[in-house]
């Protein structure tokens, strides 16, 4: 019996052609452990995926955190340059954990850190030449790892 396509409702969302890379498997030659954020982690092998990256934003209200594990919502924060840390853990923490605290009910949300990636990857692999494994990479790049 020959079955039909269904279509979803995001099918028809503009995309943007994108790789992905999931880590090596260690049957292929990986590693299990890694360090984030050190120089090492740029230097791991990795698997390119080529994927088209879909723009939710016009069905955000058909995704939510109890059913889809994350939610679309609109937070247009102060802070808009994250080039001074005190300013961030200051202004930005704040506005975070109350964003997190409004939709999810916490009474207390913990900031740990945060991480701008304003930096390519081609720059990101360049500042790590130099350095040994476990330095930390001063330059980050879009994310682009995936992971599970």
């Not at 019996?1 to 999931?22: I, W």
């Not at 808009?80 to 939709?103: G, M, R, W």
């Not at 009474?107 to 850190?113: A, N, Q």
Request: hydrophobic share 30%; charged share 25%.
């Amino acid at each position: 019996m020959a079955t039909a396509a269904v279509a979803h409702p995001t099918d028809a969302l503009h995309s943007e052609p994108s790789t992905l890379y999931h880590y090596l498997e260690l049957k292929d030659g990986g590693i299990v452990q890694t360090y984030p954020g050190t120089v090492f982690e740029k230097r791991r092998k990795h698997v390119p995926h080529e994927v088209d990256i879909k723009d939710l934003r016009p069905v955000r209200s058909e995704f939510s955190l109890d059913e889809n594990g994350f939610q679309l919502v609109d937070f247009s924060p102060k802070e808009k340059t994250f080039l001074d840390e005190a300013h961030v853990e200051q202004e930005y923490y704040p506005e975070c954990s109350n964003l997190i605290k409004k939709l999810t009910g916490a009474s207390y949300v913990h900031p740990v850190s945060y991480l701008c990636r304003r930096h390519t990857f081609t720059d990101a692999q360049g500042d790590a030449l130099a350095k040994e494994d476990t330095d930390f990479v001063t330059k980050h790049n879009p994310a682009v790892w995936l992971n599970g």
